[in-house]
T-cell receptor, first 116, second 113 residues
Framework: DAGVIQSPRHEVTEMGQEVTLRCKPI?????LFWYRQTMMRGLELLIY????????DSGMPEDRFSAKMPNASFSTLKIQPSEPRDSAVYFC??????????????FGEGSRLTVL | GQQLNQSPQSMFIQEGEDVSMNCTSS?????WLWYKQDPGEGPVLLIA?????ELTSNGRLTAQFGITRKDSFLNISASIPSDVGIYFC?????????????FGKGTLLTVNP
């Protein structure tokens, strides 16, 4: 079975450029999460969706960040304009139950972003 | 927001040794989870604990849900080189009407063959 698929795996861009990260959750999963991982702050939840609807975006650092989930099989995280401090590994994860308290998330392999 | 405090931050051990790491919180959790992240990969769920006092094993891994519901530990017995990675504890907390999964900062484990 295919897991969570993220693209690109690596991106290097210059400050000010737009960055779009993509995610395909596991088929049949109702919840999708975007996390950011850095050495300093660890894994931070940015935003999550239940049944394609954004539920909580309080973790999105600034207006430069936006996320969409147009359908059950696709989500994007966009940074515009990008800044060097956005450099991190961005993970997408999905889970079976919307709003579940079981915490069983399935993570993608991550997109490593470097902003010069 | 909710904070999970993991210790130790890192460990360097010899192959064959046992490992113990723990996680504490100032808040009560109804679920404790342990994830492992291999280098260059996303975290993968190892063990989930759903009841205070619960002790669960998964191969060489054993985890316990503290009776106070504010802590958990993970033990790895007879470590092997492939145990290398970052181990995270995590817990879902209720935010509004939905649960958000929060992670500890992780314990970096290095196993010397």
């Amino acid at each position: 079975d295919a897991g969570v698929i993220q693209s690109p795996r690596h991106e290097v861009t210059e400050m000010g450029q737009e960055v779009t990260l993509r995610c395909k959750p596991i088929s049949g999963h109702n919840s999708l999460f975007w996390y950011r991982q850095t050495m300093m702050r660890g894994l931070e939840l940015l935003i999550y969706f239940n049944n394609n609807v954004p539920i909580d975006d309080s973790g999105m650092p600034e207006d430069r960040f936006s996320a969409k989930m147009p359908n059950a099989s696709f989500s994007t995280l966009k940074i515009q304009p990008s800044e060097p401090r956005d450099s991190a590994v961005y993970f997408c994860a999905s889970s079976l139950k919307a709003g579940s308290n079981t915490g069983e998330l399935f993570f993608g392999e991550g997109s490593r972003l470097t902003v010069l | 927001g909710q904070q999970l405090n993991q210790s130790p931050q890192s460990m360097f051990i010899q192959e064959g040794e046992d490992v113990s790491m723990n996680c504490t919180s100032s808040s009560i959790f109804n679920t404790w989870l342990w994830y492992k992240q291999d280098p260059g990969e996303g975290p993968v769920l190892l063990i989930a604990l759903y009841k205070a006092g619960e002790l669960t094993s998964n191969g060489r891994l054993t985890a316990q849900f503290g009776i106070t519901r504010k802590d958990s530990f993970l033990n790895i017995s007879a470590s092997i080189p492939s145990d290398v990675g970052i181990y995270f504890c995590a817990g879902p907390f209720l935010s509004g009407s939905n649960y958000k999964l929060t992670f500890g900062k992780g314990t970096l484990l290095t196993v010397n063959p």
